[in-house]
């Protein structure tokens, strides 16, 4: 099962920033943040993943709470092809002892509005 | 272009004949999997290998085989499929020995079985 919680849906104009909430309240100390995306039936694609530090990169940034049980995506100036189920998944990394396999969730239909 | 290709992108067959769904990738990936997508259900995960001769069970393996020659390709088999087998496959890779990192996904096949 999905260790982590998000809204089913949210709406976002585009050019402004799109921020998406996951809850993982249970998550380990060795378990990663994940986010990957999917376009309408498209293979997913990866966006970026985190362990306890803010991070950014040519896609996008993600802030983990000081106490880890949750975390925020930001699409700084979202754009239509933005449009898309957003999973966040956590676990554990094959380097230290986790699986390659991902456990997605239900995700969050983001819909950017022109 | 690092990519991961799935061959053929649409398929439609009848009850019990054989087919196979290729799988490529191009970034010398130890690891590889199939997942299939079903409405309600999402992605789950069929077979994986860890690396060349090497493959285990999934969570949902019942009807399927795969087999793993060479590092680049696994090819997804179904003997005898079934309408249950109706689903939209992923294939996806990624390299090992990394600090998680990113699993990249191929296109897509949408199967039919009739």
């Known amino acids: 099962d999905a260790k982590t919680t998000q809204p089913p849906s949210m709406d976002c104009a585009e050019g402004r920033a799109a921020n998406l909430p996951c809850n993982h309240s249970?998550?380990?100390?060795?378990?990663?943040v994940y986010w990957y995306r999917q376009i309408h039936s498209q293979g997913p694609q990866y966006i970026i993943h985190?362990?306890?530090n803010n991070e950014t990169n040519e896609m996008a940034s993600l802030i983990i709470t000081e106490d880890r049980k949750s975390s925020t995506l930001i699409l700084p100036h979202a754009t239509l092809r933005d449009t898309a189920v957003y999973y966040c998944?956590?676990?554990?990394?094959?380097?230290?002892?986790?699986?390659?396999?991902?456990?997605f969730g239900k995700g969050t239909k983001l819909t950017v509005n022109p | 272009e690092a990519q991961v290709t799935q061959n053929p992108r649409y398929l439609i067959t009848v009850t019990g004949k054989k087919l196979t769904v290729t799988c490529s990738q191009n970034?010398?990936?130890?690891?590889m999997s199939w997942y299939r997508q079903d409405p309600g259900l999402g992605l789950r995960q069929i077979y994986y290998?860890?690396?060349?001769?090497?493959?285990d069970k999934g969570d949902v393996p019942e009807g399927y085989k795969v087999s793993r020659k060479e590092k680049r390709n696994f090819p997804l088999i179904l003997e005898s499929p079934s309408p249950n087998q109706t689903s939209l496959y992923f294939c996806?890779?990624?390299?090992?020995?990394?600090?998680?990192?990113?699993?990249?996904f191929g296109p897509g096949t949408r199967l039919t079985v009739l």
């Open positions: 996806a890779s990624s390299g090992l020995a990394r600090d998680g990192g990113a699993q990249y």
């Open positions: 970034m010398n990936h130890e690891y």
């Open positions: 998944i956590v676990r554990v990394t094959p380097l230290q002892g986790g699986s390659e396999k991902l456990v």
């Open positions: 985190g362990l306890k």
């Open positions: 290998s860890m690396n060349v001769e090497v493959t």
């Open positions: 249970t998550i380990s100390g060795n378990e990663y």
